[in-house]
Nanobody, 120 residues
Framework: QVHVVESGGGLVQPGESLRLACDAS???????????ISWYRRPPGKERELVAEMLPRPGFIKYGDFVKGRFTISRDNAGLPAYLQMNNLEPEDTDVYYC??????????WGQGTQVTVSS
């Protein structure tokens, strides 16, 4: 059983930064089989929204419209961990951030999420 684990969340003030990490414990898959790594969040009263998405091959990256250049998704050369660098955080970014990993086999794994709180 693969467990996706997020880390790096916390409490910061507006304008500060956080770097989230996404890794797999006891991986039973080849990280090179990852075809999609995504970060999501679910604002209160809203649908789940995409924060950032990376398709390692062909190297496609997409961000939610609200990111506005503040966040960067990346991953280790070995395939994992994946990261979400978040700069210039705003109170509206307060949420639980989830990592999703999709494999070439079609299997998809979600983590339990990491809490990000932006408050003065």
């Amino acid at each position: 059983q693969v467990h996706v684990v997020e880390s790096g969340g916390g409490l910061v003030q507006p304008g500060e930064s956080l770097r989230l990490a996404c890794d797999a414990s006891e991986p039973t898959f080849n990280p090179n089989d990852i075809i999609d790594i995504s970060w999501y969040r679910r604002p209160p009263g809203k649908e789940r929204e995409l924060v950032a998405e990376m398709l390692p091959r062909p190297g496609f990256i997409k961000y939610g419209d609200f990111v506005k250049g503040r966040f960067t998704i990346s991953r280790d050369n070995a395939g994992l961990p994946a990261y979400l660098q978040m700069n210039n955080l705003e109170p509206e970014d307060t949420d639980v951030y989830y990592c999703k990993i999709e494999l070439v086999t079609g299997l998809t794994y979600w983590g339990q999420g990491t809490q990000v709180t932006v408050s003065s």
